[in-house]
């Protein structure tokens, strides 16, 4: 099956090597993106918008003739969410690493960074309370400030019906829980959505470098058998 790669922001398609080459070996067809402007710190990123870089996953989904698997991380899992919505019906499964997927009416790293006004939406005072979420905020912010220009616009509800499954690496399953009880930015999508897998995977910024075995597991266990979605974990009540 073909598994779309997306790494988060500051990362290139050679972050994904290790996770690329296991998924290879288990018989599927891994596909790692650099996102324009991404190949360097240095790179140009002038006129780089968050929908170029939407967009370019939408592209190499349509590249692919079959339906696809699509994993983002961190930052990037916004984008990944954005791309859900324009090829519901090409998407089999998505996989949040170390994000999760931003809601219609938000900026697409609303609760991690700040937006192009210079503020954030729906999190600040929830921020002062929550030092998990505070934390995380700091590490996403230093990474996006060039894809914050514009919100989410996602208008087809079949996006709901996409499985998807978050892999919680600096936050806990437990922190999500509470961020979508809370119905604050990052978690408002989640409980919209019709089928959700948490998944604990503690380590540092870049799992797919830290724990490429354990991280290619989980992508494994959510690529779909015979049209029906495999988790390794129970899907959790939002």
Same mark, same amino acid.
């Given at each position: 099956m073909d598994v779309i790669l997306v790494p988060g922001l500051w990362l290139d398609a050679s972050s994904w090597q290790d996770v690329a080459e296991r998924l290879e070996t288990a018989g599927h067809t891994p596909h790692a993106l650099t996102l324009r402007g991404l190949d360097s710190r240095s790179a140009d990123r002038r006129g780089?918008?968050?929908a170029d870089h939407?967009?370019?996953?939408?592209?190499?989904?349509?590249r692919c003739h079959g339906p696809?698997?699509?994993?983002?991380?961190?930052e990037s899992c916004g984008l990944?969410?954005?791309?859900?919505?324009?090829? +519901?019906? #090409?998407?089999?499964?998505?996989? $949040?690493i170390g994000g999760l997927p931003s809601a219609d009416g938000t900026h697409v790293l609303s609760g991690f960074a700040v937006d192009a006004r210079g503020t954030t939406t729906?999190?600040?005072?929830?921020?002062?309370?929550d030092q998990t979420l505070a934390s995380l905020h700091r590490r996403m912010t230093e990474n996006s400030s060039h894809v914050l220009d514009q919100v989410q616009r996602l208008t087809d509800p079949r996006r709901f019906a996409v499985p998807v499954t978050i892999v919680a690496t600096e936050f806990t399953t437990e922190d999500v829980r509470r961020w979508a009880a809370?119905?604050?930015? +990052?978690? #408002?999508?989640?409980?919209?959505? $019709?089928?959700?897998?948490?998944?604990?995977?503690?380590?540092g910024r870049w799992p797919q470098m830290e724990r490429p075995a354990d991280l290619t597991?989980?992508?494994?266990?959510?690529?779909?058998?015979?049209g029906t979605p495999m988790v390794g974990a129970e899907p959790a009540p939002m």
């Open positions: 780089s918008m968050m939407v967009a370019e996953i939408v592209s190499a989904i349509d696809v698997v699509l994993v983002g991380h961190a990944v969410h954005a791309a859900v919505n324009r090829r +519901p019906d #090409r998407v089999a499964h998505a996989v $949040h729906h999190t600040a005072g929830y921020r002062a309370v809370a119905d604050i930015d +990052p978690a #408002r999508e989640l409980p919209h959505l $019709h089928h959700v897998t948490l998944v604990d995977l503690p380590c597991r989980i992508v494994l266990d959510a690529l779909p058998v015979n």
